[in-house]
């Protein structure tokens, strides 16, 4: 079974460029999560969708971040404009739907902004 | 609202010793528990989690973690630790009341040849 995939790896823009990036999780997962990771710290959630509805993205800077899961599968996560602490790992994790069930991550993206 | 403490930076131990990795926990209701583990350049792997029932839970790589109720407490442990359990190792807690789910900062274990 394959895993998370995530794309981009690595990304390097310059301050006020637009990024995107792009996630497709596992098949049949419900719930899809993107986190934010700073270095030396854990993940940080930035949006959870069950199916195509976002119900929780109280930590997404929405003056500047974006996200959507129009059929309820991968997911895009656009930063416009990208800010110099905006240089981060954006994870990307699925689970199938329960509080109790695991998350699993996609490898990340990490992005640097110059 | 619910957090989590990892209160060690960093754990080095020798190789063939036993390792512990200490994690504390803070929730309203009744906690979910995970451990996850993260290797360089990679995401976060799943090893371990608590959910009801029995307080030892076994997990992946020889890994196991003990709830402990009165001390809110989710220790990762491993009796005898190699070379390549040399990683950073996360803690994470879910109530079954939110939907939230919080991570520790991270402990980093190294395992001394």
């Known amino acids: 079974e394959a895993g998370v995939v995530q794309s981009p790896r690595y990304k390097i823009i310059e301050k006020k460029q637009p990024v995107a990036f792009w996630c497709n999780p596992i098949s049949g997962h419900n719930t899809l999560y993107w986190y934010r990771q700073n270095l030396g710290q854990g993940p940080e959630l930035l949006i959870r969708?069950?199916?195509?509805?976002?119900?929780?993205d109280s930590q997404l800077p929405k003056d500047r971040f974006s996200a959507e899961r129009l059929k309820g599968v991968d997911s895009t996560l656009k930063i416009q404009p990208a800010e110099l602490g905006d240089s981060a790992v954006y994870l990307c994790?699925?689970?199938?739907?329960?509080?109790?069930?695991?998350?699993?991550f996609g490898p990340g993206t990490r992005l640097t902004v110059l | 609202a619910q957090s989590v403490a990892q209160p060690e930076d960093q754990v080095n131990v020798a190789e063939g010793n036993p390792l512990t990795v200490k994690c504390t926990y803070s929730v309203s209701g009744n906690p979910y528990l995970f451990w996850y583990v993260q290797y360089p350049n990679r995401g976060l792997q799943f090893l371990l989690k608590y959910i009801t029932g029995d307080n030892l839970v076994k997990g992946s790589y020889g890994f196991e973690a003990e709830f402990n109720k009165s001390q809110t407490s989710f220790h990762l442990k491993k009796p005898s630790a190699l070379v390549s359990d040399s990683a950073l190792y996360f803690c994470?807690?879910?109530?079954?009341?939110?939907?939230?789910?919080?991570f520790g900062k991270g402990t980093r274990l190294h395992i001394l040849p």
């Open positions: 994790a699925s689970s199938p739907g329960l509080l109790t069930d695991t998350q699993y």
């Open positions: 969708y069950e199916n195509e509805e976002a119900v929780d």
């Open positions: 994470a807690v879910r109530e079954d009341r939110d939907d939230k789910i919080i």
